[in-house]
């Protein structure tokens, strides 16, 4: 047996209720000899069978009655046909809680081991058109492992030959010389028929490699078992002598890598947290990298190379979720920013940003004292802050203040011109803004580094260039990324935040989602590079109808 590209195969099988033309009353459809004139029904039964490929055995198996979300009326012709029992039903459960044990299976045995797995069914119809169905009526979103799957018939026919006549799976087991095992359950006998078969192709040399592919829309996009590609797999045996290369993981670009930045983490997050986090993506341990400070301490930011593009949408669509009741915010990033997370884990390898080391040496180099605030209110504005310590001497551009999840944070730190001041600055600790106890602290110029690193230098948002405008080369110096703008924002809306400026539309670029939507993000060419930096200095952490402005340099 050659080695294959998926530890485990899940034979995942399902019977449904269709119209009998005959007489118009309930029937059961399953896989075996389908009629696609049939009407698609509600499912009734779901069975699933774990395959061990490397054991070549089967290390799991459950059987779930699913509840109709509509009354079915379970004849006798339904009942003799499937094995169902009246019996049987009133232990079902609704369809959402079946697809909820079986995701929560499948993410605790194989996803959070690093155990790769696909989807066995019998035709399309199950995962095109069947589930998709039942989760649009029970309003639930189908996980990233019901888009690839092997369809049992199709693989058959491409590895055996002269059975393109061959349709069901009694056919299959005569073929094979398997005797066709007539359980009480039809579904269930039906699911173990599938198991058998895969076991027994894999005993004679096939290789279950090549899944089916589908779109968001449900139709199968990739078919590897087609005429045309087992060809041109024939024709690459020829020189199989010769090429000695590993075949890449399904659906993964060799040419191309995919990398993601999550930002909000809390101090005690590890591996395992963030495979939790990522629930249904496959993630290896190796290519999660925590990115540390100055001082080795994790900042909050961890980086992640996934395997695909399908994965890193699917890991996009988790942005602001919440993690022990902190709110998390997922970006698309660069191998670059990953390969410095990853050697920050070594003290002689933090590298400090040049444009970071130039801010830093330029606020410290009057030897300010620096205090930090902590219980802002969210509404507080630089103005409020210079008010709050009216009559101390701060330098100028000495209030720093994070942004996170599009928000100010509660938090800022304050330069003023002399520690003697500072110090006297204490004397308002516990004073109000607003409504708002605030706190203030003592702090260092090393801690104030980590805080200026990992807050104001390269936290914009990445994109890929599939989603980026052709900015020319001797216009990017004097283009800004403005990020926080509301959804329904247009052209217009970031021509009005930039009034005082001569900003044309052609000059807004608006970035799209990776789901084709507006992100909220937009791309402003200035006349110069002048214009471009006043902007930068004067309209960034501004507000525009309620929302929180950002401004950051083209990169």
């Not at 485990?8 to 075996?32: K, N, Q, W, Y």
């Not at 990739?222 to 199989?240: F, L, M």
């Not at 329904?488 to 990776?514: C, G, W, Y």
Request: glycine share 4%; hydrophobic share 40%; with cysteine.
């Amino acid at each position: 047996m050659g080695d294959q590209n998926f530890d485990v195969l899940i034979a995942f099988h399902a019977v449904t209720t269709a119209a009998d033309e005959r007489g118009g009353r309930p029937m059961a459809s399953t896989m075996r000899g389908f009629d696609e004139r049939d009407a698609i029904g509600r499912i009734l039964e779901v069975n699933w069978c774990v395959y061990d490929v490397k054991q070549q055995l089967v290390t799991d198996e459950a059987q779930l009655f699913v509840r109709p979300d509509k009354y079915v009326d379970l004849n006798e012709y339904t009942m003799r046909r499937t094995g169902i029992r009246v019996e049987d039903m009133q232990s079902a459960v609704p369809f959402a809680e079946v697809m909820a044990r079986f995701n929560e299976y499948v993410f605790q045995q194989f996803v959070r081991n690093n155990i790769s797995f696909c989807l066995v069914t019998y035709g399309d119809d199950l995962l095109t058109r069947i589930l998709p169905n039942e989760a649009t009526a029970a309003r639930q979103k189908l996980h990233a492992h019901f888009n690839q799957y092997f369809d049992i018939g199709s693989d058959f026919r491409s590895f055996y030959p002269q059975t393109y006549h061959i349709k069901t799976l009694g056919e299959m087991l005569s073929f094979l010389k398997l005797k066709d095992l007539q359980g009480v359950n039809l579904c269930q006998a039906e699911c173990k028929n599938m198991v058998r078969i895969v076991n027994r192709m894999i005993k004679d040399g096939y290789r279950f490699a090549y899944p089916k592919a589908i779109n968001a829309a449900f139709q199968v996009v990739a078919d590897p078992t087609e005429d045309r590609v087992i060809k041109r797999e024939k024709e690459n045996r020829r020189w199989s002598t010769f090429i000695r290369s590993r075949s890449p993981e399904p659906f993964k670009n060799p040419l191309r890598s995919y990398y993601i930045r999550i930002r909000g983490f809390p101090p005690s997050t590890r591996e395992n947290d963030v495979v939790e986090f990522l629930r249904g993506i496959r993630v290896y341990k190796e290519d999660i990298a925590f990115l540390l400070d100055l001082e080795g301490k994790f900042s909050g930011e961890v980086y992640v190379k996934l395997a695909n593009e399908a994965d890193m949408k699917e890991a996009l669509c988790l942005n602001l979720n919440q993690v022990e009741d902190r709110y998390v915010e997922v970006f698309e990033t660069t191998e670059n920013e990953f390969n410095k997370a990853r050697a920050s884990q070594f003290a002689d390898q933090r590298e400090v940003h040049p444009d970071t080391r130039m801010t830093i040496d330029a606020l410290l180099r009057f030897n300010p004292g620096i205090l930090k605030l902590r219980g802002l209110p969210y509404t507080a504005t630089e103005n409020d802050i210079l008010n709050f310590f009216k009559g101390f001497q701060i330098m100028q551009d000495g209030i720093k203040r994070p942004i996170i999840g599009g928000k100010p944070s509660g938090e800022a730190f304050v330069l003023f011109a002399t520690k003697e001041e500072a110090q006297r600055a204490l004397t308002l600790n516990m004073d109000k803004i607003g409504n708002r106890f605030i706190e203030l602290f003592p702090t260092t110029p090393r801690e104030f580094e980590n805080f200026i690193m990992h807050n104001f230098i390269n936290s914009g948002p990445c994109y890929s260039k599939d989603f980026m405008p052709n900015i020319p080369q001797d216009k990017r110096r004097s283009t800004l990324m403005i990020s926080g703008l509301p959804f329904n924002a247009t052209k217009q809306t970031v021509i009005d935040f930039f009034s005082s400026f001569d900003i044309k539309e052609r000059d807004v670029h608006m970035l799209p989602s990776h789901s084709g939507k507006f992100s909220g993000n937009a791309l402003v060419i200035f006349e110069d590079e002048m214009e471009c930096r006043r902007a930068l200095k004067s309209r960034n952490l501004t507000y525009q109808d309620k929302r929180f402005i950002e401004l950051y340099e083209y990169k």
